[in-house]
């Protein structure tokens, strides 16, 4: 190791973990239970859009510089294993109401409106995925006598080809 230990203005003891000797990260299994900051996002331009896994809200409180107490809700999404938040104002609350964690979400921001203050009211589109569609296959279409003859008999026609037997995608 190169780096030394260095004493801080406190009397504390810090040492670089990139110098620092470490157990091998082999054989274990990893919980996350905690994580970094979120990479905040802002809608700058109408017609901006994101897509991510919503994973919960946080009412966050803070004291502002004229000792004002002060709350907001942040909005926090995955995308893959990456946190990002939102700061929510009333059109995404509005827009959040009943939407449940583990939810897949588009947000995209559709215009900004006068209310009558500094700053425009901006409003978003919020959409949730649906589940997954399967895939929908029809029979390839054959004639319609014969396709009845078969199902009242069931004796399938055993000169038809095959391609009139495959089933194809819409």
């Given at each position: 190791m190169d780096a030394e230990p260095r004493v801080n203005e406190d009397?504390?003891?810090?040492?670089?973990?990139?110098?620092?000797?470490?157990?091998?990260?082999e054989g274990f299994q990893?919980?996350?239970?905690?994580?970094?900051?979120?990479?905040?996002?802002?809608?700058?331009?109408?017609?901006?859009v994101f897509i991510g896994l919503f994973v919960g809200r946080e009412d966050i409180q803070f004291t502002d510089n004229k000792g004002q107490e002060q709350e907001f809700q942040q909005l926090n999404?995955?995308?893959?294993?990456?946190?990002f938040a939102i700061n929510a104002g009333?059109?995404?609350?509005?827009?959040?109401?009943?939407?449940?964690d583990g939810t897949m979400v588009r947000i995209?921001?559709?215009?900004?409106?006068?209310?009558?203050?500094?700053?425009?009211?901006?409003?978003?589109?919020?959409?949730?995925?649906?589940?997954?569609?399967?895939?929908?296959?029809?029979?390839?279409?054959?004639?319609?006598?014969?396709?009845?003859?078969?199902r009242v008999t069931g004796v399938r026609d055993t000169a038809r080809t095959q391609d009139d037997q495959s089933e194809i995608p819409f």
């Open positions: 009397n504390s003891i810090s040492l670089s973990v990139s110098s620092a000797l470490s157990i091998p990260d990893w919980d996350t239970v905690h994580v970094e900051a979120p990479t905040q996002l802002t809608f700058d331009n109408v017609g901006d999404f995955l995308v893959n294993d990456e946190p009333f059109d995404l609350k509005r827009g959040f109401k009943g939407i449940a995209q921001l559709r215009k900004l409106v006068d209310v009558g203050q500094r700053d425009m009211l901006k409003s978003y589109r919020v959409d949730v995925a649906k589940p997954a569609a399967q895939p929908v296959t029809r029979r390839a279409p054959r004639d319609t006598a014969q396709a009845m003859a078969e």
